[in-house]
């Protein structure tokens, strides 16, 4: 099973500003996903990060609120962009090859 | 993507057997049925996966009756540790597949 792991673990924000997320797994994996996670509620899929093109979103989720990059195939990173407290939540990173695999998260607090 | 419906919440003593049923009536001939297992702070953990009969590990079993419209996931004699939130999804499996999309979920409280 591949190991992920993310940074930060947890930031406090302003209001306004960004937050950049990674995440790192430690072997290759074909696909990487980010959900974000609001306090007792499920996962919600942002999007799929896609190896050497732009990612692909899921309604009601933009490219200029959650850019994401992925250079290779081990690593991806998820912007949160002009934070408000509405952003307020978990950002976890995901991988699969056969199985999917999941990150210990980000907690944000946007103030 | 089939929709899975499963309880909300459960409650369990210590020692006992716990079964948490999934019904994914939409389900496709290429889906698998996946059991996660989530603690607070925590990034969701694969327990099981399965497509049909019967699939055990050492953690937990599958039931997945002929139509696969439905799934029980047993945790035989619970204990304090495993109160968790448990998704049951359904998606296809291997890469290249869509990211599995989760439920509501099912919070299981086990008491001593």
């Known amino acids: 099973s591949a190991v992920i792991s993310q940074k930060p673990s947890r930031d406090i924000c302003q209001r306004g500003t960004s937050l950049t997320i990674q995440c790192q797994v430690d072997s290759q994996v074909t696909m990487m996903f980010w959900y974000r996670q609001q306090p007792g509620q499920s996962l919600t899929l942002i999007a799929t990060a896609n190896q050497g093109s732009e990612a692909t979103y899921e309604s009601g989720f933009v490219i200029d609120k959650f850019p994401i990059s992925r250079p290779n195939l081990t690593f991806s990173t998820l912007t949160v962009s002009n934070m408000s407290p509405e952003d307020s939540s978990i950002y976890l990173c995901s991988a699969r090859e056969f199985e999917q695999f999941f990150g210990p998260g980000t907690r944000l607090t946007v103030l | 993507l089939a929709k899975t419906t499963q309880p909300i919440s459960m409650d369990s003593y210590e020692g006992q057997e716990v079964n948490i049923t999934c019904s994914h009536n939409n389900i496709a001939t290429n889906d698998y049925i996946t059991w996660y297992q989530q603690f607070p702070s925590q990034g969701p953990r694969f327990i099981i996966q399965?497509?049909?009969t019967k699939v055990t590990n050492e953690v937990a079993s599958l039931f997945i009756p002929a139509d696969r419209k439905s799934s029980t996931l047993s945790l035989p004699r619970v204990s304090l540790s495993d109160t968790a939130v448990y998704y049951c999804?359904?998606?296809?499996?291997?890469?290249?597949?869509?990211?599995?999309?989760f439920g509501s979920g099912t919070r299981l409280q086990v008491q001593p």
């Open positions: 999804l359904v998606g296809a499996s291997g890469a290249g597949r869509r990211a599995l999309t």
């Open positions: 399965g497509y049909k």
